[in-house]
């Protein structure tokens, strides 16, 4: 149940239209993008998820590619990784708009995972072009919404300054 209190934060929160606050938001909204990408190459991953639909194309084969040993990060499938990075960004990206003394550290945290996941984006890129030599059309998508996040984070950088 929502208190008098509870609903005062919600209504904080919803109400602020500072730029860094706008600029969290884009942050959230783009992670939650990615959290519908990546919920489905875990299920496939998972093998809850029979197949992976593709872009015609010798090139395109996401199963290959999901299901490669360059999917797995210290023993586990990638996606489901990813959708904790995800999660995470949500979660300190709401946390910070309350201006706290702890929003500092949420931001610090947060540009932290939006940075690593650009990187292991890119890097994700050059194995898939490089390496295995076929894409994943989600995987792409991922790389992108990593990549455009970091503009978010560049303006909420400039915004609290």
């Given at each position: 149940m929502i208190t008098t209190e509870d609903r005062s934060v919600i209504d904080e929160i919803r109400d602020d239209r500072s730029e860094a606050v706008e600029s969290r938001r884009k942050i959230a909204a783009l992670a939650a993008t990615g959290l519908v990408d990546f919920s489905f190459i875990s299920l496939y991953q998972l093998g809850y998820i029979k197949h992976m639909p593709d872009l015609p194309g010798e090139v395109f084969d996401s199963e290959k590619v999901n299901s490669s040993k360059d999917a797995v990060l210290l023993g586990i499938p990638d996606?489901?990784?990813?959708?904790?990075?995800?999660?995470?960004?949500?979660?300190?990206?709401?946390?910070?708009?309350?201006?706290?003394?702890?929003?500092?550290?949420?931001?610090?945290?947060?540009?932290?995972?939006?940075?690593?996941?650009?990187?292991?984006?890119?890097?994700?890129?050059?194995?898939?072009?490089?390496?295995?030599?076929?894409?994943?059309l989600y995987c792409v998508a991922g790389a992108l919404i990593n990549f455009v996040s970091v503009k978010p984070l560049l303006d909420l950088y400039r915004a609290s300054r």
């Open positions: 996606a489901p990784i990813s959708l904790l990075m995800y999660a995470a960004t949500v979660l300190l990206a709401t946390a910070a708009t309350r201006q706290t003394r702890y929003s500092r550290y949420f931001d610090l945290l947060m540009g932290s995972i939006i940075l690593g996941q650009a990187a292991g984006g890119a890097h994700y890129l050059y194995n898939m072009a490089k390496v295995q030599k076929k894409v994943c």
